[in-house]
């Protein structure tokens, strides 16, 4: 069994810290999700640096998800491939107003004691990057609401509708017409 990560902020002080990654979605708590399925291991490389009083965690991510199609429900790959860097500062309360560092950036991340345990940011950087409405593709014509059919495969097998004739549908737009006609007055 793999161990979680922990970085010892005072060994950067010697030096930058590297790590690759290759993990079971397990190790990240992922294990297939309701909205969601991951194939494979999650791959890439972390570094991590101290500048000043804050820490940079810097690296790359390698990740395949498979997710239903919001339109016609086929199932539908989405590599997560992604470069990205993330400071860590000191826990909140000793946040000083005038840093660098906005706490409020998605990008930054908190710490206490001497260690960093950046496994669940990980995860996080992961999980920003599914997308909220997958699509197979931006063709996609979906299901159709009536009969079920995957309009990308097959033509819609509903019954047509009866067209109403025009003669009748001006007589009921004159009549409503009239009516308001009626109200107005």
């Known amino acids: 069994m793999v161990k979680p990560v922990k970085i010892d902020v005072q060994k950067l002080q010697q030096g930058a810290e590297t790590i690759v990654l290759d993990h079971s979605p397990k190790y990240f708590d992922l294990a297939d999700g309701e909205d969601y399925e ?5 791959k890439g490389q972390v570094t991590f640096s101290l500048l000043q009083d804050k820490v940079l965690m810097e ?20 590599p997560i491939q992604k470069s990205f860097s993330m400071f860590f500062i ?3 309360e000793d946040y000083v107003e005038d840093s660098a560092v906005d706490p409020d950036e998605e990008d930054v ?3 206490k004691g001497k260690f960093i345990h950046p496994d669940n940011d990980i995860r996080e950087l992961l999980l920003i990057d ?17 009969c079920g059919a995957n ?13 109403p004739d025009e003669g009748a ?3 009921k737009a004159s009549d409503w017409k ?3 006609k009626t109200i107005l007055n």
Do not use: S, W
Not at 154 to 162: G, L, T, V
């Open 151 to 163: 309009l990308n495969k097959e033509p819609c097998r509903c019954a047509p509708e009866q067209k």
């Open 169 to 171: 549908m001006e007589e």
């Open 109 to 111: 991340g908190f710490f």
């Open 59 to 78: 690296g790359n991510l390698d990740a395949t998800f498979r997710m239903d199609c919001i339109r016609c429900l086929k199932k539908v790959e989405i």
């Open 178 to 180: 009239e009516k308001i």
């Open 38 to 42: 991951i194939l494979g291991r999650i």
């Open 130 to 146: 599914l997308p909220d409405y997958p699509l197979c593709g931006d063709e996609c014509r979906g299901l159709c609401p009536g």
């Open 90 to 92: 000191k826990k909140q």
